[in-house]
């Protein structure tokens, strides 16, 4: 079965801490992306990579980076972690636009509080 | 930009019902679309992926149909179950985008 596996399901971090999560997927997929859930807001993108070490801004980036070293890892950074960037990050995968059937396919969430 | 609205934003129903759920996008050129599940606190399970070749796809209980000329997607639940309770998404894109835009969801309660 298919994965997009996050390494954390909750996290506390304190303000100013720099923050990483990490997504790692098993399906050889091309597309990674970052999304962050909030209430009444929806889903908002952060960041997304379309082949390793390529990386593209969302509607919503600042505050934020990102890593593509492995094509199988895409690794969102928070330079300085604020009480703003309380929130659920999503993680997901999907092949080239190219390729016939593919859908994006996300992982668990990371839950997580900025105190 | 393009926009996806979900109608209802809630819905409660009594087990058995079917029901259906709307999302409808701003720019009907839509590629590919996806209706999603999330439980709470939970992420995305995908349900359906209507292609760009392809008008509706159905799984069990569920179909999902796409109107291109209107820009509009139903998700359609057959004799629906406490089990079916949850947030239901769609999402889609356009030709030569990489970035799938999320409706809000509808949030279903299925009462037994």
């Known amino acids: 079965d298919v994965k997009v596996t996050q390494s954390s399901r909750y996290l506390v971090k304190r303000t100013g801490e720099k923050v990483f999560l990490e997504c790692v997927q098993d399906?050889?997929?091309?597309?990674m992306f970052w999304y962050r859930q909030d209430p009444g807001l929806g889903l908002r993108l952060i960041y997304f990579?379309?082949?390793?070490?390529?990386?593209e801004k969302g509607d919503i980036p600042e505050g934020y980076s990102v890593s593509r070293e492995k094509k199988e890892r895409f690794s969102l950074i928070l330079e300085s972690a604020s009480t703003n960037q309380t929130s659920m990050y999503l993680c997901?995968?999907?092949?080239?636009?190219?390729?016939?059937?593919?859908?994006?396919?996300f992982g668990s969430g990371t839950r997580l509080t900025v105190v | 930009k393009q926009e996806v609205t979900q109608i209802p934003a809630a819905l409660s129903v009594p087990e058995g019902e079917n029901l259906v759920l709307n999302c409808s996008f701003t720019d009907s050129a839509i590629y590919n679309l996806q209706w999603f599940r999330q439980d709470p606190g939970k992420g995305l399970t995908s349900l359906l992926l209507?292609?760009?070749?392809?008008r509706e796809q159905t799984s069990g209980r569920l179909n999902a149909s796409l109107d291109k000329s209107s820009g509009r997607s139903t998700l359609y639940i057959a004799a629906s179950q406490p089990g079916d309770s949850a947030t239901y998404l769609c999402?889609?894109?356009?030709?030569?985008?990489?970035?799938?835009?999320f409706g809000k969801g509808t949030k279903l309660s299925v009462i037994p």
């Open positions: 999402a889609g894109y356009g030709a030569g985008s990489y970035q799938l835009t």
């Open positions: 997901a995968s999907s092949l080239s636009q190219g390729a016939r059937g593919y859908g994006y396919t």
């Open positions: 990579s379309y082949d390793v070490k390529m990386k």
């Open positions: 399906m050889d997929h091309e597309n």
């Open positions: 209507i292609q760009s070749s392809q």
